[in-house]
């Protein structure tokens, strides 16, 4: 079952601006996770937020976690073309040993 | 440390036929988890290993299977392969922190076609 849901699907930006992209999911987390992955490549972990967090910072990456809303965000600020990828949330399931994974958002960065 | 290697990179085989894929994780990980991803469905978790046990199991037939050595090193197999089973396989390992509070190193995949 899908936990994670990201939203949009797509967005398309100008080098420069800013991507935000965000996560809804259903049940009880400890940690949701956002992931990066390049065309058709392995995915490569950005950042992990714990249920007691309300925002982490780690570059340009932000992301926020709002526990009763059940949903996350992740802001690419200053977005390059390099930042061109699909990005992926993560939830733990039932305190298990698996991650769920949404759908993902693919970012487009244009030159 | 190198990271985590997955081999073939690429796969074409013919519906009915079985693979097995293979896994090295990030030296010291004991943990190995797999997942399937497709267009149509996401990433799907497969099943995960801790110290040559199956510790999780996602929503697959039982023609996916899977197993893990003593060197953590880990391979799937897919028996009777089907048109839909092609995908690319992920493979991930961590090393735990706290409870499930851990992060998943991926390999690149195994790029899986069924004709």
């Known amino acids: 079952s899908q936990q994670g849901e990201e939203d949009p699907q797509a967005l398309s930006i100008q080098e420069g601006e800013n991507a935000t992209m965000n996560c809804s999911y259903k049940?009880?987390?400890?940690?949701l996770q956002w992931y990066r992955q390049n065309s058709g490549r392995g995915l490569v972990h950005l950042i992990l937020i714990r249920s007691n967090e309300r925002e982490k910072h780690s570059g340009r990456l932000r992301v926020t976690l709002d526990t009763s809303k059940k949903s996350s965000s992740l802001l690419i600020t200053a977005s390059r073309a390099a930042d061109t990828a699909s990005y992926f949330c993560?939830?733990?399931?039932?305190?298990?040993?698996?991650?769920?994974f949404g759908p993902g958002t693919r970012l487009s960065v244009l030159p | 440390k190198a990271g985590v290697t997955q081999t073939p990179r690429y796969l074409i085989k013919t519906r009915g036929q079985q693979v097995t894929l293979s896994c090295s994780p990030i030296?010291?990980?004991?943990?190995v988890s797999w997942y399937q991803q497709t267009p149509g469905q996401g990433l799907q978790f497969l099943f995960e290993?801790?110290?040559?046990?199956?510790?999780n199991k996602g929503n697959f037939p039982g023609r996916f299977s899977g197993r893990q050595f003593s060197n953590s090193r880990s391979e799937m197999n897919v028996s009777t392969l089907e048109l839909g089973d092609s995908a690319l396989y992920l493979c991930?390992?961590?090393?735990?922190?706290?409870?499930?509070?851990?992060?998943?190193?991926f390999g690149p995949g195994t790029r899986l076609t069924v004709t």
């Open positions: 993560a939830t733990d399931e039932d305190y298990g040993q698996n991650f769920v």
């Open positions: 030296s010291g990980h004991r943990s």
């Open positions: 049940t009880s987390i400890n940690n």
């Open positions: 290993y801790f110290s040559e046990t199956q510790r």
């Open positions: 991930a390992s961590s090393l735990k922190t706290s409870g499930s509070t851990y992060e998943q190193y």
